[in-house]
């Protein structure tokens, strides 16, 4: 962990032993570090949710809105003041269920901001319920019998809407995860980093990964890495069961939406 970026009176944190979210702050702590950030230059934004709360921890100016509502007051941020670094920490459901909307205009807009998408597949911090991520037969408070709606790919969602830098990594991936956060920071216009991460309490114990580890190895084991599965997928070949492409998806220069100069 980037200790010096750390707002420490808010320690001890709220979040459960072996969840994903330290370790996918400790990675986004490391990429801006690298990317040269400052913390009287860096904002970080949040809606609620246990992902939500990762603002509450770094000492920047920060700021905690309400339930899928980050990316609109980070739209203001930046257009209020473009020199601002602006990255945002949201959850599947911030994002993608009460925060769907702002999410599609955002990418569509291109709007110059990063953001961290901790997907585990769940609402989290409210016990459970299912999120449009939650796959297909698994349980949830919602969900007693298994999910039956096809979740979102928040990664096909992101470039069909016109983001310029998309990609997905894990919580078992730090190294990759760390570069692809720093190439969001780095791309001009609008970044999203999903992190397909272990929510041992609210998802974990309801779909037989009860303990953080068991979570791990499922994501080790099933993420395909892009690059390969394009040079060596037969035609037709679907992925297996339940495993996902991890990688860049979209890296491109789309025009980004105009702020005004500030004064
Ligand atoms: C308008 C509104 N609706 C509902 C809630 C209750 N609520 C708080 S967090 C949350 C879901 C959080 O899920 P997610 O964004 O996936 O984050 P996680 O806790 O899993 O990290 C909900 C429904 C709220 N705070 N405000
Ligand atoms: S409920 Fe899940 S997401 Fe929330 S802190 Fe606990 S393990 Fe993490």
Redesign the pocket.
Same mark, same amino acid.
């Given at each position: 962990m980037r200790e010096d970026w750390l707002r420490n009176d808010r320690l001890p944190h709220i979040y459960c032993a072996g969840c994903g979210?330290g370790t996918i702050m400790n990675c986004v702590l490391e990429a801006v570090d690298k990317a040269g950030y400052e913390r009287d230059n860096t904002v970080f934004l949040s *809606?609620? *949710? $246990? #992902? #939500?709360r990762a603002p509450g921890y770094i000492e920047t100016d920060s700021l905690h809105t /309400?339930? &899928?509502r980050a990316l609109a007051f980070a739209t203001g941020v930046k257009m209020a003041k473009p020199s601002l670094n602006v990255v945002v920490f /949201? *959850?599947? *459901?911030?994002?993608a269920a009460?925060g769907g909307n702002h999410f599609i205009h955002a990418c569509r807009r291109n709007i110059d901001l990063t953001v961290v998408c @901790?997907n585990?597949h769940?609402? &989290? @911090? /409210?016990g459970g319920?299912g %999120?449009p991520t939650t796959p297909i037969g698994k349980t949830s408070t919602t969900t007693p019998y298994g999910a039956v709606e096809v979740p979102f790919d928040l990664v096909d969602l992101a470039v069909a809407a016109g983001a310029n830098y998309v990609a997905r990594w894990t919580s078992y991936h730090v190294t990759q995860l760390t570069e692809a956060v720093l190439n969001g920071l780095n791309t001009p216009g609008f970044s999203l980093i999903e992190v397909r991460c272990q $929510?041992p309490t %609210?998802y974990g114990r309801r779909n037989k990964f009860r303990e953080p580890k068991d979570y791990m190895d499922f994501l080790r084991s099933h993420a395909v890495l892009k690059e390969k599965w394009e040079r060596t997928a037969k035609p037709g070949e679907e992925l297996p069961a339940e495993s996902f492409l991890v990688g860049e998806f979209v890296r491109r220069a789309r025009p980004v939406m105009g702020v005004a100069d500030e004064t």
């Open positions: 979210n *809606g609620i *949710g $246990c #992902s #939500s /309400t339930h &899928g /949201t *959850g599947d *459901g911030d994002i009460i @901790m585990n769940i609402y &989290g @911090m /409210t319920q %999120s $929510c %609210s």
